[in-house]
């Protein structure tokens, strides 16, 4: 259908004998086809066209989850634009950085926000700001939208040109934009869909956020890959999910949504017949969770690992064993080693190192960053992946670490360098450092521990952290010591202070 256009003939092709069959069910139970997905995405990209866009610009977008915003992905893929999603909760002044850092052509916004982001988005020197409402229905993007004929000819893009650039929070604080080809995130998707034995007759239950690689890239686009069909959830909603239950077939999900879930009564295994898989990612699931829900519903959560930067890594299988604790074995195509940490040997089975993973459509590079994407990726193609593991012998991986300061929320990543540096302006701080503390809902819960040299109040600090960080990043618990417990090097010993409040939300 988009022969020209890499990306989009990919996705569109396993629909292109079946138009008429349903994509997406939404909240109001209405449906839209194949059909009147493709049209909308060509209507946006003449209205991204129309805004100014060229082939390799980007289109930046801080919009909620609608159906309009998928319309947006696919559109801005088939203007030949490189697609930039932000999350919705991030505040004015992480948005400055993203735009500043990425000068996209065009930024979409909530409505409610266009007053704030304007100011920031003429200094990234935007040439279009338009706004959509949160159900996607109103805005001057969707005037924009309307202004438009059907019947876009497809911008032409080859396999190596980018499709979407996602940033990842980097350790020093300074988020890292992944440069994501047409090929990388077709072939993935293809992939996925493939072991996972997705078919037209599938309905995923998407209930992620889509401004990152879950949502976006591993939820729709092996929807589209496989022609399947999803219930589209603004957001996640235990109830809503377990009505959907009797009528879907594929949940994917961060651990979060499935120790929720554990906690209603109504969860059984008669509620779950129609379900074939359940599928869990982003943050590690708990042994304990997976016994809870085969012991309640009969299935085996199946558990994988990814990236932003390498899309997914390892899956368990869809026919064999789903180990809990392990994120199973490499994907087709994907090579996993572990590297011992200070000499780079490849460790024997059941040795722990760092996990180095070699796939052919990993990420381009960091957006203008070529030293950052030097340091994580090699020139023979192999990827530092900042987590710590173990291969067994028969080739399952799990992962039991991280070398990088991160801590994972609900499935968010949180780099604690971003939180202490908000912290540390704070007038009477002298320094903080932010951990991870288990944490019964969100796996992990962000806890800021304070030292001060006079009368600091909580409240300062979450006026400074609301004010400049997303929710999620905002610590849960702020705690004040004397001193920070340190080596002998002097430097901050985090494993010291996880150790000592690991209980604070037990
Ligand atoms: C919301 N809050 C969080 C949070 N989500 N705090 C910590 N961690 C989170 N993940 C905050 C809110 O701002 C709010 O703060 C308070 O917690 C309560 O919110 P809630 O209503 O309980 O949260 P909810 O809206 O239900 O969201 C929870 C969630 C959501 C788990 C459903 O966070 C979510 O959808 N997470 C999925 C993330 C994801 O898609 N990750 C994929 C990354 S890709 P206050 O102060 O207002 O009370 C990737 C690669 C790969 O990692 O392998 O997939
Ligand atoms: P992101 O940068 O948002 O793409 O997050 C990627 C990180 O999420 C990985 O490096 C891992 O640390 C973590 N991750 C993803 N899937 C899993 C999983 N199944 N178990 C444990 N950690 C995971």
């Not at 994501?180 to 007759?201: D, V």
């Not at 939820?219 to 996640?236: E, H, Q, R």
């Not at 080693?337 to 052919?360: A, F």
Request: charged share 20%.
């Amino acid at each position: 259908m988009y022969q020209s256009n890499y990306l989009a003939n990919q996705l569109s092709n396993a629909s292109k004998n079946n138009k008429q069959s349903v994509f997406a069910v939404l909240n109001d139970d209405s449906e839209i086809t194949y059909d009147s997905l493709f049209k909308s995405a060509e209507q946006v990209a003449a209205a991204l066209v129309e805004a100014g866009l060229k082939p390799g610009d980007r289109v930046a977008a801080q919009v909620e989850k609608s159906i309009t915003t998928i319309h947006l992905y696919l559109g801005s893929v088939i203007a030949g634009g490189v697609f930039l999603p932000l999350n919705t909760d991030y505040t004015p002044s992480e948005v400055e950085y993203f735009l500043v850092d990425a000068s996209p052509t065009v930024f979409i916004c909530d409505p409610s926000k266009e007053d704030a982001l304007s100011l920031v988005a003429n200094k990234a020197q935007v040439t279009s700001l338009l706004t959509l409402s949160k159900d996607g229905l109103e805005g001057s993007f969707v005037d924009a939208i309307f202004r438009q004929k059907s019947g876009f000819e497809a911008v032409p893009r080859n396999a190596d040109d980018l499709a979407a650039i996602l940033y990842t929070s980097g350790t020093t604080g300074r988020s890292k934009g992944a440069m994501l080809t047409h090929k990388a995130l077709a072939s993935n998707a293809q992939t996925l869909a493939k072991i996972w034995h997705f078919t037209s007759s599938d309905r995923l239950i998407h209930a992620l956020p889509i401004f990152h690689t879950h949502g976006l890239f591993v939820a729709i686009n092996v929807t589209l890959s496989a022609g399947s069909s999803m219930y589209l959830l603004p957001k996640f909603d235990a109830d809503r999910i377990l009505d959907l239950f009797s009528n879907a077939t594929v949940l994917m999900g961060v651990p979060t949504f499935y120790v929720r879930l554990l906690k209603s009564k109504n969860l059984n295994q008669d509620k779950v017949q129609n379900m074939r898989l359940f599928i869990s990612g982003s943050a590690p699931l708990l042994s304990e969770t997976h016994a809870q829900w085969l012991d309640k519903t009969g299935h085996a959560i199946l558990e994988r690992y990814g990236m932003t930067e390498t899309n997914m890594n390892t899956s368990n299988p869809y026919v064999g064993e789903r180990r809990p604790g392990t994120v199973g074995r490499p994907l087709p195509d994907v090579e996993v080693k572990i590297t011992h940490p200070d000499t780079g040997e490849t460790l024997p089975v059941d040795g722990i190192g760092h996990i180095q993973v070699r796939i052919p459509n990993v990420f381009s590079g960091y957006w203008k960053m070529p030293e950052k994407t030097a340091e994580e990726l090699s020139t023979d193609g192999w990827f530092l992946t900042g987590d710590i593991g173990v291969l067994d012998k028969s080739g399952y991986l799990s992962i039991v670490g991280r070398s990088k300061d991160l801590i994972i929320s609900g499935g968010y990543n949180v780099y604690p360098k971003e939180v202490e540096l908000v912290i540390d302006e704070v007038p009477n701080v002298i320094e903080s450092a932010v951990i991870g503390v288990p944490h019964p809902d969100f796996g992990e819960a962000v806890v800021a521990v304070v030292i001060t040299k006079g009368e600091v109040t909580e409240e300062a600090i979450k006026i400074a952290t609301k004010q400049q960080l997303a929710g999620y990043k905002q610590p849960k618990k702020i705690i004040f010591l004397d001193e920070l417990p340190r080596n002998t090097m002097g430097k901050v010993q985090k494993i010291v202070l996880r150790e000592s409040h690991k209980n604070l939300f037990s």
